[in-house]
């Protein structure tokens, strides 16, 4: 089973609102990522959790708060965000984070939000 | 030069036809490749991935890889109408601490 589950599957947020993304996977994974994805481009990376620490932080604004409450969840809060922040949201799992290593990431469904 | 390069189509091949994806990356140290299928408005979903060079097969899928020229393809034979959609090739950079880095995706098109 390689299944990454993530709620909700749309937002639509103003941009005076907190919301948060949720995302979990069962697989015994150590590493989560939150990409981002906007039409016609690849995902981009915004933050990778390795057993349970956020290891990479690719300069990502704070209104997006990343946490790691243990290693099967990951959450993505969204606060005062700006409507250029509307895009696909992805999580994605791996058994770890390493350099050299051979390790196959699997993506959930996507969060699709859209900030007005 | 990008890290991972990728022919941004669109690739048009006829139903039954072949269809090759090309990629090369610039990272020498990378060790490890992917290829992820895109379909529109969904999630990357990882098709195949290839660590030695060579051939790898599964199913209709053949991902190949030549770590001398830093290339890799996927080839899909017998290409369905279903099998239209965009490729993401994917390599972990050993010089970014295991980051996955995606080209820009090649466009597949199957015309039935």
């Known amino acids: 089973d390689t299944e990454v589950t993530q709620t909700p599957k749309h937002l639509v947020m103003g941009m005076t609102n907190k919301k948060s993304l949720k995302c979990e996977q069962h697989?015994?994974?150590?590493?989560m990522y939150w990409y981002k994805q906007k039409a016609k481009k690849p995902p981009e990376l915004m933050f990778v959790y390795s057993y349970e620490k956020l290891s990479i932080n690719e300069s990502v604004p704070s209104r997006f708060s990343p946490e790691c409450p243990n290693s099967s969840l990951l959450n993505l809060h969204l606060h005062a965000l700006q409507p250029e922040d509307s895009a696909l949201y992805l999580c994605?799992?791996?058994?770890?984070?390493?350099?050299?290593?051979?390790?196959?990431?699997?993506f959930g469904p996507g969060t699709r939000l859209t900030v007005t | 030069q990008k890290e991972v390069e990728q022919n941004s189509g669109p690739l048009s091949v006829p139903e039954g036809a072949i269809a090759s994806l090309n990629c090369t990356y610039s990272?020498?140290?990378?060790?490890?490749f992917f290829w992820y299928r895109q379909y529109s408005g969904k999630s990357p979903e990882l098709i195949m991935f290839i660590y030695s060079n060579g051939d790898k097969e599964d199913g209709r899928f053949t991902a190949q890889l030549n770590k001398a020229s830093q290339y890799v393809s996927l080839l899909i034979r017998d290409s369905q109408p279903s099998d239209s959609a965009t490729y993401l090739c994917a390599v972990i950079s050993y010089n970014q601490g295991g980051k996955l880095i995606f080209g820009q995706g090649t466009e597949l098109s199957v015309k039935p």
């Open positions: 697989m015994g994974h150590r590493a």
């Open positions: 994605a799992s791996s058994r770890q984070v390493d350099s050299g290593g051979a390790y196959e990431q699997y």
């Open positions: 990272d020498r140290g990378s060790q490890s």
